[in-house]
Structures are given as C-alpha cells and as structure tokens.
Nanobody
Framework: QVQLVESGGGLVQAGGSLRLSCAAL????????MGWFRQAPGKSREFVAA????????SYVDSVKGRFTISRDNAKNTVSLQMNSLKPEDTAVYYC???????????????????WGQGTQVTVSS
C-alpha cells in the first residue's frame, strides 16, 4: 500500500497561484492512478483531477479546467497540482489520492476510493 504526504497549501488572494505536491512512499508508483480531491467546509469530498500511471491520460472537474494542471514525475514518485487564477470557491482541504490501476483513466478514477494523504489546506481570500 502506498503512503501519501501532501505539501504546498496556504493562503492566497483571489487570482493568485499555489502549487501542491504529493510524495508517494512505496513501490511501483507508476502502477497507480494519482488524483487530487478537495473537501470544502460542510461539503462532501469531490474529485478535482486525475492522471494515469504513464501520465498520458488526464481528467479534470469542469470547474478547474483551464486553471489547474496535474502532473507527475514517476522517477521521483511525486504528483503535483498547479493551481492558477484561484477563486474563493477553491477554498478547501486538498487530498492526494492513489488508486492501484495503471491503465487509462475511467469513471472509477473520480471515485472516493483508494489511498489518501492527510490533506493540505488551501484558502483563497476575496
């Protein structure tokens, strides 16, 4: 089982940028679909972005398309989320996610299953 450690959260003004990183501890990182989810106060955890094991398949929730970019470095066992043009509604705890699937992304890539990091707070002020 893979262990995940996130970093990079913080407080930023609307329109600003943040970069989240997630380090995965465990073997065979490239066999995992990696993703980012977020949970705002009073809301359920929602899918944000996912990237396949090879990095060749990527998906985003509509609300972040064109603003967020997910990437991975299989040599360093890391996955990142570059967040630009941040909005107050992006405020949430962001969680790194790993699913043991190395194929192309499917609808299951957006499911609230798999391994999770401890979460990192992102706060966007207006």
């Amino acid at each position: 089982q893979v262990q995940l450690v996130e970093s990079g959260g913080g407080l930023v003004q609307a329109g600003g940028s943040l970069r989240l990183s997630c380090a995965a501890l465990g073997p065979r990182f490239s066999t995992y679909t990696m993703g980012w989810f977020r949970q705002a106060p009073g809301k359920s955890r929602e899918f944000v972005a996912a990237i396949s094991g090879s990095g060749g398949s990527i998906s985003y929730v509509d609300s972040v398309k064109g603003r967020f970019t997910i990437s991975r470095d299989n040599a360093k066992n890391t996955v990142s989320l570059q967040m630009n043009s941040l909005k107050p509604e992006d405020t949430a705890v962001y969680y790194c996610n790993a699913k043991p699937w190395s194929g192309p992304l499917t609808r299951a890539s957006e499911a609230n299953i798999g391994s999770w990091g401890q979460g990192t707070q992102v706060t966007v002020s207006s």
